[in-house]
Protein backbone atom coordinates (compact mmCIF):
# COMPACT_ATOMS: atom_id res chain seq x y z
CA UNK A 1 0.00 0.00 0.00
CA UNK A 2 1.74 3.35 -0.62
CA UNK A 3 -0.08 6.94 -0.03
CA UNK A 4 0.39 9.99 -3.29
CA UNK A 5 0.46 13.56 -2.97
CA UNK A 6 -3.20 13.87 -3.31
CA UNK A 7 -4.24 11.17 -0.68
CA UNK A 8 -1.84 13.00 1.89
CA UNK A 9 -3.48 16.53 0.88
CA UNK A 10 -6.78 14.68 1.19
CA UNK A 11 -6.42 14.04 4.54
CA UNK A 12 -4.67 17.13 5.77
CA UNK A 13 -8.33 18.78 4.35
CA UNK A 14 -10.23 16.14 6.42
CA UNK A 15 -7.57 16.65 9.61
CA UNK A 16 -8.42 20.71 8.83
CA UNK A 17 -4.55 21.10 9.10
CA UNK A 18 -2.81 23.33 6.27
CA UNK A 19 0.14 21.76 5.14
CA UNK A 20 3.24 23.43 4.34
CA UNK A 21 4.50 23.12 0.36
CA UNK A 22 7.79 22.61 1.54
CA UNK A 23 7.09 19.94 3.66
CA UNK A 24 4.87 18.07 1.64
CA UNK A 25 7.02 15.84 0.09
CA UNK A 26 9.37 14.69 3.23
CA UNK A 27 5.56 13.96 4.05
CA UNK A 28 4.32 11.93 1.90
CA UNK A 29 7.31 9.80 2.47
CA UNK A 30 7.91 9.30 6.33
CA UNK A 31 3.53 8.77 6.14
CA UNK A 32 4.65 5.92 3.41
CA UNK A 33 7.12 4.58 5.88
CA UNK A 34 4.14 4.44 8.75
CA UNK A 35 1.85 2.98 6.72
CA UNK A 36 3.85 -0.10 5.22
CA UNK A 37 4.65 -0.38 8.97
CA UNK A 38 2.09 -0.90 10.63
CA UNK A 39 0.23 -3.06 7.73
CA UNK A 40 2.52 -5.99 9.11
CA UNK A 41 -0.71 -6.31 11.32
CA UNK A 42 -1.79 -8.23 7.44
CA UNK A 43 0.03 -11.00 8.99
CA UNK A 44 -2.58 -12.00 11.55
CA UNK A 45 -5.22 -13.82 10.62
CA UNK A 46 -8.38 -11.96 10.21
CA UNK A 47 -10.22 -15.58 11.72
CA UNK A 48 -7.88 -15.17 15.00
CA UNK A 49 -9.85 -13.04 17.46
CA UNK A 50 -10.56 -12.82 21.11
CA UNK A 51 -13.01 -10.86 23.16
CA UNK A 52 -12.68 -7.24 22.35
CA UNK A 53 -10.61 -5.20 24.67
CA UNK A 54 -12.40 -2.39 26.40
CA UNK A 55 -10.19 0.38 28.19
CA UNK A 56 -11.35 0.37 32.08
CA UNK A 57 -14.34 -0.95 34.54
CA UNK A 58 -17.10 -2.51 32.33
CA UNK A 59 -19.10 0.12 34.57
CA UNK A 60 -17.94 3.06 32.13
CA UNK A 61 -20.82 2.25 29.58
CA UNK A 62 -23.37 2.02 32.22
CA UNK A 63 -22.87 4.40 34.69
CA UNK A 64 -25.77 6.92 35.55
CA UNK A 65 -26.17 9.51 34.07
CA UNK A 66 -25.72 12.02 36.47
CA UNK A 67 -24.47 15.49 36.32
CA UNK A 68 -21.13 16.49 38.31
CA UNK A 69 -20.34 19.65 39.44
CA UNK A 70 -17.25 20.72 38.35
CA UNK A 71 -15.84 23.62 39.73
CA UNK A 72 -14.34 26.60 37.89
CA UNK A 73 -11.24 28.43 39.09
CA UNK A 74 -11.74 31.22 35.74
CA UNK A 75 -14.77 31.68 33.81
CA UNK A 76 -14.55 30.13 30.15
CA UNK A 77 -14.29 34.06 29.21
CA UNK A 78 -10.69 33.86 30.49
CA UNK A 79 -9.70 31.07 28.38
CA UNK A 80 -11.22 31.84 25.17
CA UNK A 81 -9.57 33.76 22.30
CA UNK A 82 -12.68 35.67 22.51
CA UNK A 83 -15.54 35.59 24.25
CA UNK A 84 -18.45 38.40 24.18
CA UNK A 85 -21.90 38.26 25.89
CA UNK A 86 -21.49 34.60 27.04
CA UNK A 87 -20.44 33.07 23.49
CA UNK A 88 -17.30 32.02 21.74
CA UNK A 89 -16.35 34.72 19.19
CA UNK A 90 -15.26 32.97 16.07
CA UNK A 91 -14.66 35.30 12.57
CA UNK A 92 -17.35 35.03 10.60
CA UNK A 93 -17.71 32.50 7.39
CA UNK A 94 -17.46 34.71 4.93
CA UNK A 95 -18.85 33.10 1.97
CA UNK A 96 -22.06 32.26 3.97
CA UNK A 97 -22.71 35.15 5.90
CA UNK A 98 -22.63 37.56 2.63
CA UNK A 99 -25.72 35.82 1.39
CA UNK B 1 16.37 13.06 50.30
CA UNK B 2 13.11 10.59 50.59
CA UNK B 3 9.97 10.65 51.98
CA UNK B 4 10.40 10.58 55.79
CA UNK B 5 13.48 12.79 55.78
CA UNK B 6 12.71 16.00 54.67
CA UNK B 7 12.26 18.92 56.80
CA UNK B 8 9.72 22.13 56.79
CA UNK B 9 7.67 22.88 53.24
CA UNK B 10 10.11 26.83 53.62
CA UNK B 11 13.13 24.52 53.85
CA UNK B 12 11.95 22.22 50.84
CA UNK B 13 11.08 25.55 48.96
CA UNK B 14 14.73 26.88 49.55
CA UNK B 15 16.37 23.79 48.62
CA UNK B 16 14.39 23.02 45.80
CA UNK B 17 15.04 26.29 44.08
CA UNK B 18 18.72 26.58 44.21
CA UNK B 19 18.15 22.61 42.73
CA UNK B 20 16.09 23.83 39.77
CA UNK B 21 18.15 26.48 39.04
CA UNK B 22 21.55 24.73 39.09
CA UNK B 23 19.73 22.46 36.93
CA UNK B 24 18.09 24.87 34.11
CA UNK B 25 20.86 23.29 31.12
CA UNK B 26 18.74 20.45 31.29
CA UNK B 27 15.67 22.17 29.79
CA UNK B 28 13.39 20.08 31.44
CA UNK B 29 11.80 22.49 32.95
CA UNK B 30 9.06 24.86 31.22
CA UNK B 31 7.28 26.53 34.50
CA UNK B 32 8.43 27.29 38.04
CA UNK B 33 8.69 30.33 40.14
CA UNK B 34 10.93 30.88 43.49
CA UNK B 35 7.02 32.55 44.90
CA UNK B 36 5.08 29.78 43.89
CA UNK B 37 7.33 27.39 45.30
CA UNK B 38 7.34 29.53 49.17
CA UNK B 39 3.85 29.94 48.30
CA UNK B 40 3.27 25.85 48.30
CA UNK B 41 5.78 25.48 51.08
CA UNK B 42 3.79 27.98 53.62
CA UNK B 43 0.77 25.72 53.15
CA UNK B 44 2.13 22.60 53.90
CA UNK B 45 3.44 23.93 57.02
CA UNK B 46 0.08 25.27 57.94
CA UNK B 47 -1.67 21.91 57.73
CA UNK B 48 -2.80 20.72 60.90
CA UNK B 49 -1.49 17.22 59.99
CA UNK B 50 1.12 16.14 58.07
CA UNK B 51 0.34 13.76 54.92
CA UNK B 52 2.32 10.51 54.45
CA UNK B 53 3.95 12.71 51.24
CA UNK B 54 4.43 16.04 53.74
CA UNK B 55 6.86 18.79 52.41
CA UNK B 56 7.83 16.31 49.06
CA UNK B 57 8.80 18.49 46.18
CA UNK B 58 6.70 16.88 43.25
CA UNK B 59 7.57 17.97 39.74
CA UNK B 60 4.35 17.55 36.67
CA UNK B 61 4.61 17.28 33.35
CA UNK B 62 2.87 19.78 31.69
CA UNK B 63 -0.11 18.24 30.16
CA UNK B 64 -1.20 17.84 33.57
CA UNK B 65 -3.52 20.86 34.41
CA UNK B 66 -2.88 23.10 37.26
CA UNK B 67 -4.61 26.87 38.10
CA UNK B 68 -1.94 28.37 39.24
CA UNK B 69 0.56 27.82 36.46
CA UNK B 70 0.35 27.91 32.34
CA UNK B 71 -0.21 24.14 30.76
CA UNK B 72 1.09 24.42 27.11
CA UNK B 73 1.70 20.09 26.31
CA UNK B 74 4.98 21.70 24.94
CA UNK B 75 2.50 23.36 22.18
CA UNK B 76 2.99 26.33 20.62
CA UNK B 77 -0.78 25.74 20.06
CA UNK B 78 -1.29 25.99 24.29
CA UNK B 79 1.26 28.80 24.75
CA UNK B 80 0.42 30.52 28.08
CA UNK B 81 -3.18 28.53 28.58
CA UNK B 82 -3.90 28.84 31.83
CA UNK B 83 -6.32 25.95 33.37
CA UNK B 84 -9.75 27.16 34.80
CA UNK B 85 -9.33 24.13 37.73
CA UNK B 86 -6.60 21.83 38.49
CA UNK B 87 -6.39 17.98 37.96
CA UNK B 88 -7.04 15.81 40.46
CA UNK B 89 -4.06 14.24 40.94
CA UNK B 90 -2.87 17.41 41.80
CA UNK B 91 -5.64 18.44 44.80
CA UNK B 92 -4.66 14.37 46.08
CA UNK B 93 -1.11 15.32 45.69
CA UNK B 94 -1.52 19.06 47.96
CA UNK B 95 -3.91 16.96 50.34
CA UNK B 96 -1.16 14.18 50.96
CA UNK B 97 1.54 17.48 51.80
CA UNK B 98 3.17 17.42 49.10
CA UNK B 99 4.75 20.63 47.28
CA UNK B 100 4.10 21.12 43.38
CA UNK B 101 7.60 22.33 42.28
CA UNK B 102 7.72 23.04 38.53
CA UNK B 103 5.96 21.87 34.90
CA UNK B 104 8.38 19.73 32.70
CA UNK B 105 8.84 19.59 29.45
CA UNK B 106 7.60 16.94 27.52
CA UNK B 107 7.37 15.44 23.46
CA UNK B 108 4.58 17.80 22.50
CA UNK B 109 1.05 16.64 23.80
CA UNK B 110 3.07 13.35 24.74
CA UNK B 111 3.60 12.35 21.01
CA UNK B 112 7.48 10.72 20.99
CA UNK B 113 10.25 8.95 22.50
CA UNK B 114 13.31 11.14 23.23
CA UNK B 115 11.48 15.00 24.30
CA UNK B 116 13.23 16.07 21.00
CA UNK B 117 9.69 17.12 20.01
CA UNK B 118 9.04 20.03 22.43
CA UNK B 119 8.31 23.42 20.51
CA UNK B 120 10.64 24.83 23.95
CA UNK B 121 13.79 22.93 22.69
CA UNK B 122 14.75 19.17 23.92
CA UNK B 123 15.23 18.58 27.04
CA UNK B 124 19.68 16.78 27.64
CA UNK B 125 20.52 13.49 29.65
CA UNK B 126 21.30 14.49 32.93
CA UNK B 127 24.93 12.15 32.86
CA UNK B 128 25.40 12.83 28.89
CA UNK B 129 23.68 16.24 27.45
CA UNK B 130 24.93 14.84 23.99
CA UNK B 131 21.82 11.95 24.30
CA UNK B 132 18.14 12.20 25.04
CA UNK B 133 16.20 11.23 27.99
CA UNK B 134 13.55 9.08 26.52
CA UNK B 135 10.36 10.28 26.40
CA UNK B 136 7.22 11.69 26.38
CA UNK B 137 8.53 12.24 30.38
CA UNK B 138 12.09 13.44 29.38
CA UNK B 139 11.89 16.45 31.58
CA UNK B 140 10.02 15.03 34.84
CA UNK B 141 12.02 11.86 34.43
CA UNK B 142 15.71 14.16 33.94
CA UNK B 143 14.69 16.23 37.05
CA UNK B 144 14.47 13.31 39.12
CA UNK B 145 17.92 11.83 37.58
CA UNK B 146 19.23 14.91 38.71
CA UNK B 147 18.18 15.10 42.21
CA UNK B 148 16.03 18.05 42.06
CA UNK B 149 12.85 16.55 42.91
CA UNK B 150 12.70 12.98 44.91
CA UNK B 151 9.08 12.15 42.57
CA UNK B 152 7.62 13.62 39.66
CA UNK B 153 4.49 12.63 37.56
CA UNK B 154 4.19 11.83 33.94
CA UNK B 155 1.77 10.23 31.82
CA UNK B 156 1.99 7.08 29.70
CA UNK B 157 0.15 6.26 26.43
CA UNK B 158 2.36 3.97 25.18
CA UNK B 159 5.64 3.55 27.43
CA UNK B 160 6.41 7.85 28.25
CA UNK B 161 7.47 6.78 32.16
CA UNK B 162 9.36 3.64 32.04
CA UNK B 163 11.47 4.23 28.75
CA UNK B 164 12.76 7.76 29.89
CA UNK B 165 13.22 5.96 33.86
CA UNK B 166 14.88 3.20 32.07
CA UNK B 167 17.06 5.87 29.91
CA UNK B 168 17.63 8.14 32.85
CA UNK B 169 18.84 5.41 35.49
CA UNK B 170 15.11 6.14 37.95
CA UNK B 171 12.13 4.52 38.84
CA UNK B 172 9.06 4.66 36.79
CA UNK B 173 5.41 3.28 37.47
CA UNK B 174 2.86 3.08 35.12
CA UNK B 175 -0.59 1.92 37.17
CA UNK B 176 -3.09 -0.34 35.97
CA UNK B 177 -5.68 1.50 33.51
CA UNK B 178 -8.61 2.86 36.14
CA UNK B 179 -6.66 3.21 39.29
CA UNK B 180 -5.36 7.20 39.09
CA UNK B 181 -7.91 9.61 37.93
CA UNK B 182 -7.30 11.62 34.50
CA UNK B 183 -9.24 14.71 35.29
CA UNK B 184 -6.31 17.23 33.88
CA UNK B 185 -4.81 15.14 32.18
CA UNK B 186 -4.92 16.20 28.68
CA UNK B 187 -5.98 14.04 26.41
CA UNK B 188 -3.88 12.31 23.87
CA UNK B 189 -5.07 8.60 23.81
CA UNK B 190 -7.85 8.13 25.89
CA UNK B 191 -8.04 4.32 25.92
CA UNK B 192 -4.49 4.23 27.10
CA UNK B 193 -3.84 7.50 28.53
CA UNK B 194 -2.41 6.99 32.31
CA UNK B 195 -1.18 9.32 34.99
CA UNK B 196 2.36 7.73 35.91
CA UNK B 197 5.30 7.99 38.44
CA UNK B 198 9.07 8.79 39.08
CA UNK B 199 10.45 8.02 42.08
CA UNK B 200 14.24 8.18 43.03
CA UNK B 201 13.21 4.66 44.89
CA UNK B 202 10.44 2.06 44.88
CA UNK B 203 9.25 3.68 47.91
CA UNK B 204 8.56 7.48 46.94
CA UNK B 205 7.07 6.33 43.74
CA UNK B 206 4.92 4.01 45.48
CA UNK B 207 3.62 6.64 47.94
CA UNK B 208 2.82 8.92 45.72
CA UNK B 209 1.05 6.62 43.78
CA UNK B 210 -0.79 5.74 46.86
CA UNK B 211 -1.94 9.20 46.87
CA UNK B 212 -2.89 9.87 43.93
CA UNK B 213 -4.57 6.06 43.43
CA UNK B 214 -8.43 5.67 43.50
CA UNK B 215 -11.49 6.46 42.47
CA UNK B 216 -12.83 10.15 40.71
CA UNK B 217 -16.37 11.04 40.43
CA UNK B 218 -14.91 13.50 37.76
CA UNK B 219 -13.41 10.81 35.86
CA UNK B 220 -15.73 7.43 34.87
CA UNK B 221 -13.41 5.23 33.67
CA UNK B 222 -11.45 5.13 37.36
CA UNK B 223 -12.22 1.80 38.96
CA UNK B 224 -14.58 1.47 41.92
CA UNK B 225 -11.64 -0.03 44.68
CA UNK B 226 -9.79 1.83 47.23
CA UNK B 227 -6.57 3.63 46.75
CA UNK B 228 -3.50 1.12 46.41
CA UNK B 229 -1.25 0.53 49.59
CA UNK B 230 2.11 1.23 50.00
CA UNK B 231 3.40 -2.38 50.20
CA UNK B 232 4.54 -4.28 52.84
CA UNK B 233 8.39 -4.74 53.02
CA UNK B 234 9.34 -8.64 51.58
CA UNK B 235 12.13 -10.29 52.95
CA UNK B 236 13.13 -12.46 49.48
CA UNK B 237 11.56 -13.45 46.98
CA UNK B 238 10.24 -16.84 47.90
CA UNK B 239 6.96 -18.04 46.49
CA UNK B 240 7.19 -15.93 44.04
CA UNK B 241 7.12 -16.79 39.87
CA UNK B 242 8.30 -14.53 37.14
CA UNK B 243 7.34 -14.78 33.72
CA UNK B 244 10.40 -14.35 31.18
CA UNK B 245 8.54 -13.70 27.88
CA UNK B 246 10.67 -14.63 24.95
CA UNK B 247 9.51 -12.49 22.59
CA UNK B 248 11.24 -9.73 24.51
CA UNK B 249 15.09 -10.88 24.90
CA UNK B 250 15.67 -10.87 21.06
CA UNK B 251 18.96 -12.36 19.68
CA UNK B 252 19.93 -9.27 18.71
CA UNK B 253 19.32 -7.54 21.91
CA UNK B 254 22.22 -4.84 23.00
CA UNK B 255 24.45 -6.64 24.96
CA UNK B 256 24.67 -4.24 27.77
CA UNK B 257 20.76 -4.64 28.52
CA UNK B 258 21.24 -8.77 27.89
CA UNK B 259 23.83 -8.65 30.53
CA UNK B 260 21.99 -6.31 33.05
CA UNK B 261 18.50 -8.67 32.69
CA UNK B 262 20.71 -11.73 32.72
CA UNK B 263 21.82 -10.89 36.14
CA UNK B 264 18.33 -9.80 37.01
CA UNK B 265 17.17 -13.20 36.76
CA UNK B 266 19.96 -14.53 38.36
CA UNK B 267 19.56 -12.33 41.53
CA UNK B 268 15.53 -13.22 41.54
CA UNK B 269 16.67 -17.20 41.54
CA UNK B 270 19.01 -16.15 44.06
CA UNK B 271 16.16 -14.29 46.24
CA UNK B 272 14.33 -17.72 46.29
CA UNK B 273 11.90 -16.85 43.44
CA UNK B 274 11.32 -19.17 40.42
CA UNK B 275 12.31 -17.52 36.50
CA UNK B 276 10.41 -19.94 33.87
CA UNK B 277 9.91 -18.96 30.29
CA UNK B 278 7.04 -17.67 28.82
CA UNK B 279 5.18 -17.06 25.57
CA UNK B 280 3.17 -13.76 24.55
CA UNK B 281 3.38 -14.17 20.46
CA UNK B 282 1.22 -10.88 19.64
CA UNK B 283 3.50 -8.95 21.70
CA UNK B 284 5.24 -8.22 18.41
CA UNK B 285 2.66 -6.82 16.56
CA UNK B 286 2.57 -4.39 19.75
CA UNK B 287 4.17 -1.21 18.06
CA UNK B 288 2.31 -1.42 14.74
CA UNK B 289 -1.05 -1.83 16.57
CA UNK B 290 -0.16 1.30 19.02
CA UNK B 291 0.68 3.43 16.40
CA UNK B 292 -2.85 2.78 14.80
CA UNK B 293 -4.96 3.09 17.68
CA UNK B 294 -2.54 6.12 19.25
CA UNK B 295 -2.66 8.56 16.83
CA UNK B 296 -6.54 7.49 15.51
CA UNK B 297 -7.25 8.50 19.20
CA UNK B 298 -5.20 11.54 19.18
CA UNK B 299 -6.61 12.34 15.81
CA UNK B 300 -10.04 12.92 17.33
CA UNK B 301 -8.57 14.46 20.76
CA UNK B 302 -6.74 17.13 19.17
CA UNK B 303 -9.45 18.49 17.03
CA UNK B 304 -10.78 20.61 19.43
CA UNK B 305 -7.83 22.84 19.39
CA UNK B 306 -9.14 25.07 16.12
CA UNK B 307 -8.20 28.59 17.67
CA UNK B 308 -12.04 28.88 18.42
CA UNK B 309 -12.32 27.84 22.21
CA UNK B 310 -8.68 28.23 23.40
CA UNK B 311 -5.18 28.58 22.67
CA UNK B 312 -4.09 30.43 19.92
CA UNK B 313 -5.52 31.89 17.22
CA UNK B 314 -4.29 32.15 13.20
CA UNK B 315 -6.39 33.82 11.19
CA UNK B 316 -6.06 32.50 7.89
CA UNK B 317 -5.55 34.33 4.36
CA UNK B 318 -9.02 34.12 3.17
CA UNK B 319 -10.70 35.26 6.63
CA UNK B 320 -13.28 32.47 6.62
CA UNK B 321 -13.55 29.83 9.27
CA UNK B 322 -11.97 26.65 7.59
CA UNK B 323 -8.57 28.89 7.12
CA UNK B 324 -8.95 29.65 10.56
CA UNK B 325 -8.91 26.15 11.66
CA UNK B 326 -6.76 25.44 9.26
CA UNK B 327 -4.07 27.89 10.04
CA UNK B 328 -4.35 27.56 13.70
CA UNK B 329 -3.62 23.84 13.28
CA UNK B 330 -0.97 23.96 10.75
CA UNK B 331 1.10 26.36 12.56
CA UNK B 332 0.75 25.87 16.26
CA UNK B 333 1.22 21.79 16.05
CA UNK B 334 4.88 20.85 15.35
CA UNK B 335 5.79 18.32 12.87
CA UNK B 336 5.50 15.04 15.29
CA UNK B 337 1.81 16.06 16.41
CA UNK B 338 1.12 17.10 12.84
CA UNK B 339 2.14 13.79 11.47
CA UNK B 340 0.42 11.78 13.72
CA UNK B 341 -2.93 13.24 13.35
CA UNK B 342 -2.40 12.70 9.54
CA UNK B 343 -1.97 8.97 9.98
CA UNK B 344 -4.71 8.99 12.77
CA UNK B 345 -7.27 10.78 10.21
CA UNK B 346 -6.20 8.38 7.25
CA UNK B 347 -6.60 4.96 9.21
CA UNK B 348 -10.07 6.35 10.44
CA UNK B 349 -11.28 7.70 6.77
CA UNK B 350 -13.67 5.79 4.67
CA UNK B 351 -11.94 2.90 2.58
CA UNK B 352 -9.39 2.17 5.58
CA UNK B 353 -10.86 1.73 8.91
CA UNK B 354 -11.31 -2.13 7.99
CA UNK B 355 -7.93 -2.59 7.12
CA UNK B 356 -6.21 -0.75 9.64
CA UNK B 357 -8.35 0.48 12.97
CA UNK B 358 -10.61 -2.70 13.13
CA UNK B 359 -7.31 -4.35 12.72
CA UNK B 360 -5.54 -3.06 15.24
CA UNK B 361 -8.82 -3.52 17.70
CA UNK B 362 -8.34 -6.86 16.74
CA UNK B 363 -4.75 -7.34 17.67
CA UNK B 364 -5.29 -5.79 20.95
CA UNK B 365 -7.57 -8.26 21.90
CA UNK B 366 -5.24 -10.93 21.10
CA UNK B 367 -2.29 -8.79 22.92
CA UNK B 368 -4.71 -8.85 26.07
CA UNK B 369 -4.99 -12.08 26.02
CA UNK B 370 -1.53 -13.15 25.93
CA UNK B 371 -1.15 -11.79 28.97
CA UNK B 372 -4.24 -12.73 30.52
CA UNK B 373 -3.61 -16.66 29.62
CA UNK B 374 0.24 -15.75 31.09
CA UNK B 375 -0.69 -15.01 34.59
CA UNK B 376 -3.72 -17.51 34.30
CA UNK B 377 -0.85 -20.15 34.38
CA UNK B 378 1.11 -19.41 37.75
CA UNK B 379 3.24 -17.07 36.67
CA UNK B 380 3.08 -13.74 39.36
CA UNK B 381 4.88 -11.45 37.56
CA UNK B 382 6.61 -10.70 34.03
CA UNK B 383 10.51 -9.49 33.78
CA UNK B 384 11.61 -7.92 30.44
CA UNK B 385 13.77 -5.12 29.72
CA UNK B 386 12.19 -1.87 29.65
CA UNK B 387 14.00 -0.49 26.67
CA UNK B 388 16.18 -2.20 23.47
CA UNK B 389 19.23 -0.11 24.31
CA UNK B 390 20.24 2.65 26.77
CA UNK B 391 19.93 6.29 25.84
CA UNK B 392 20.13 6.99 22.57
CA UNK B 393 22.19 10.39 21.23
CA UNK B 394 19.71 13.45 20.12
CA UNK B 395 18.99 13.42 16.37
CA UNK B 396 19.81 9.93 15.67
CA UNK B 397 16.31 8.56 15.10
CA UNK B 398 14.57 12.12 14.45
CA UNK B 399 14.60 11.93 10.23
CA UNK B 400 12.74 8.59 10.60
CA UNK B 401 9.76 8.07 12.65
CA UNK B 402 9.54 4.06 12.84
CA UNK B 403 13.01 4.06 14.01
CA UNK B 404 11.77 6.40 16.91
CA UNK B 405 8.52 4.48 17.27
CA UNK B 406 10.65 1.25 17.83
CA UNK B 407 12.53 2.88 21.05
CA UNK B 408 8.92 1.54 22.50
CA UNK B 409 8.93 -2.09 21.59
CA UNK B 410 8.93 -3.13 24.38
CA UNK B 411 6.54 -1.46 26.41
CA UNK B 412 3.11 -0.59 24.60
CA UNK B 413 1.73 -3.68 24.67
CA UNK B 414 1.49 -3.15 28.28
CA UNK B 415 -0.03 -0.09 27.62
CA UNK B 416 -2.65 -1.70 24.90
CA UNK B 417 -3.50 -4.48 27.87
CA UNK B 418 -3.77 -1.28 29.98
CA UNK B 419 -1.47 -3.65 32.72
CA UNK B 420 0.32 -2.31 35.34
CA UNK B 421 4.08 -2.25 35.11
CA UNK B 422 7.75 -0.77 36.22
CA UNK B 423 10.81 0.46 35.18
CA UNK B 424 13.62 -0.38 38.10
CA UNK B 425 17.20 0.53 37.47
CA UNK B 426 19.24 -2.38 37.35
CA UNK B 427 22.56 -0.79 36.68
CA UNK B 428 24.82 0.79 33.54
CA UNK B 429 26.51 -0.29 29.92
CA UNK B 430 29.01 1.97 29.78
CA UNK B 431 27.96 4.91 31.91
CA UNK B 432 24.28 4.64 30.50
CA UNK B 433 21.80 3.22 32.82
CA UNK B 434 19.70 0.15 32.37
CA UNK B 435 16.08 -0.68 33.26
CA UNK B 436 14.32 -4.01 33.92
CA UNK B 437 10.78 -4.23 33.34
CA UNK B 438 8.33 -5.72 35.42
CA UNK B 439 4.63 -6.12 34.67
CA UNK B 440 1.33 -7.52 36.95
CA UNK B 441 -1.67 -8.34 36.44
CA UNK B 442 -4.54 -5.77 36.39
CA UNK B 443 -4.35 -4.07 40.02
CA UNK B 444 -1.78 -6.26 41.05
CA UNK B 445 0.57 -3.29 41.75
CA UNK B 446 1.50 -4.04 45.23
CA UNK B 447 2.79 -6.70 45.02
CA UNK B 448 4.91 -5.67 41.61
CA UNK B 449 6.03 -2.93 43.82
CA UNK B 450 7.18 -5.05 46.72
CA UNK B 451 9.54 -7.47 44.66
CA UNK B 452 10.78 -4.23 42.86
CA UNK B 453 11.54 -3.41 46.54
CA UNK B 454 13.49 -6.72 46.88
CA UNK B 455 15.30 -5.92 43.59
CA UNK B 456 15.80 -2.51 44.70
CA UNK B 457 17.99 -3.56 47.83
CA UNK B 458 19.63 -6.65 46.18
CA UNK B 459 21.30 -4.46 43.10
CA UNK B 460 23.43 -2.27 42.52
CA UNK B 461 21.64 0.39 39.78
CA UNK B 462 25.45 2.17 39.37
CA UNK B 463 27.48 -1.40 38.94
CA UNK B 464 28.57 -1.92 35.29
CA UNK B 465 27.40 -4.72 34.17
CA UNK B 466 30.35 -5.10 31.26
Known sequence: MSIGLDEVLHVAKLAELAVNENEILRLVDQMNRIVNYVARLDEVPGDRTAEPYLAGPKAVTLREDVEVTLPLARPPSAIAPEFVEGFFLVPRHGAMEDQ | ?466
Open chain 2, 1 to 466: MTAGQRGSGAEAAREVGLRLTQAEPLNAVLHWSQQLLEAEGARVDAMPTPGPLASMPVALKDNIVTVEQPTTCASRILEGYLSPYNATVVDRLRAAGAMIAAKTNLDEFAMGSSTEHSAFGRVKHPLDPTRVPGGSSGGSAALVAAGVVPAALGSETGGSVRQPASFCGVVGVKPSYGRVSRYGLVAFGSSLDCVSVFGRTVDDAARVLSSISGPDPLDATTVDRPPMQVPKALPDLRGQTVGLPQEYFPADLEGGVATALRRTTEQIQALGGEARLVSLPNSVYAVPTYYIIAPAEAAANLARYDGVRYGKRRVGPDGDIRALYRTTRGEGFGEEVRRRILVGTYVLSAGYYDAYYKKAQQVRALIAEDFQRVFASGIDLLLTPTTPTPAFKAGEKTEDPVAMYLADIFVCSMSLAGLPAMSLPVGRSEGLPIGAQLVAPHFGEERMLAVAQVLERAMDPLAEVR
